[in-house]
């Protein structure tokens, strides 16, 4: 068994067939194809099903492709511990950011730790989906909300603030609510699955869900703000999304008496890669900048 076939096999698995892994590794097709079978050969294990239409993964495959991961990065910190040069990060690091968040706060910061690690690459993925870590490649994930159950190691940055704010026009239209009661006689833009359920607010120590109800629902913030900014609705969201719309009178907070939770900021990294030199310095290198701006943090690895 050799460590190309190792790469080739997890390659396969995330672009999803030979033809589009051999062109992304520059090899042929036929190459791949080969490598695979003499993968399978050696393991005595069928770990791809193969179709004219498509190319699926079998749960030996899954299976395989979790220690195939974990071997390569245990080579790849072997290297960085052999190096000549101990305080150099090398390597590519898959990471996956939440869109919005992303965007306004952790680019620049993605932007600030190469500029101090030249050897190092990113593949950086934006999106507000929870990626599969280990299938899909990735090495840290951040993510803002409650975790769900996993296996993942997990290091706590902080929490976000939320508000509920609406536009100065639909406000002088529909009236100002002053109590949570009255959000069901009003139009509220909803984001993602909590706003179907209701909104959570807290209040003198207790929390109740409200119903609302309104003409938008949407899993992205911005979407949303700027609907609220048109005068459709109340909206619920992070400070960090309506602070410019707020600073500039677009937007006006109500029912500041009635908390929504916080959302926790958190990066979470599958369990081999937490004794890698990367994950730590990265994940440092991220609670100094973003715990003292968001409110607290977690235990360090």
């Known amino acids: 068994m050799q460590l190309d076939d ?3 096999f997890l390659s396969v698995i995330r672009a999803g067939s030979f033809t589009d892994a051999a062109e992304q590794l520059m090899l042929s097709k036929q190459y791949v194809s080969r490598r695979m079978a003499a993968l399978e050969e050696t393991l005595g ?7 004219t239409r498509k190319l699926s993964v079998t749960e030996a495959g899954h299976r395989f492709s979790q220690h195939a991961q974990r071997i390569l990065d245990d080579v790849l910190e072997a290297q960085q511990d052999m190096s000549s040069d101990q305080q150099a990060l090398q390597g590519i690091f898959k990471i996956s950011l939440p869109m919005s968040f992303g965007m306004s706060h952790l680019s620049p910061l993605l932007a600030e730790f190469l500029a101090m690690h030249p050897a190092l690459q990113f593949q ?15 090495d840290i994930a951040i993510r803002i909300g409650t975790l769900p159950d996993s296996s993942l190691m997990a290091r706590r940055f902080g929490e976000l603030k939320r508000l509920i704010c609406a536009s100065p026009d639909y406000l002088l239209r529909a009236g100002t609510p002053q109590m949570p009661e009255e959000l069901r006689q009003h139009a509220c833009l909803r984001f993602g699955r909590e706003g179907i359920n209701g909104w959570e607010l807290r209040h003198n120590g207790s929390t109740k869900l409200f119903d609302v109800s309104g ?5 992205n913030g911005e979407v949303l703000r700027d609907a609220a900014v048109a005068g459709l609705g109340l909206v619920l969201l992070p ?3 309506v602070a410019e719309a707020l600073q500039e009178r677009k937007l006006v907070q109500v029912l500041s008496g009635f908390e929504p939770a916080p959302l926790n900021l958190t990066a979470v990294f599958p369990q081999h890669r937490q004794r890698s030199k ?6 440092d290198f991220l609670q100094q900048k973003l715990s003292q701006r968001f409110n607290g943090g977690g235990p360090r690895l």
């Open 239 to 241: 400070d960090f999304i």
């Open 124 to 138: 950086v993925e934006l999106a507000d989906r929870y990626v599969d870590m280990v299938g899909e490649g990735f």
């Open 215 to 219: 003409p938008m629902v949407s899993n």
């Open 278 to 283: 990367f994950t730590r310095l990265f994940l």
């Open 45 to 51: 294990a069928q770990l791809l099903l193969r179709n």
């Open 6 to 8: 190792l790469k080739i």
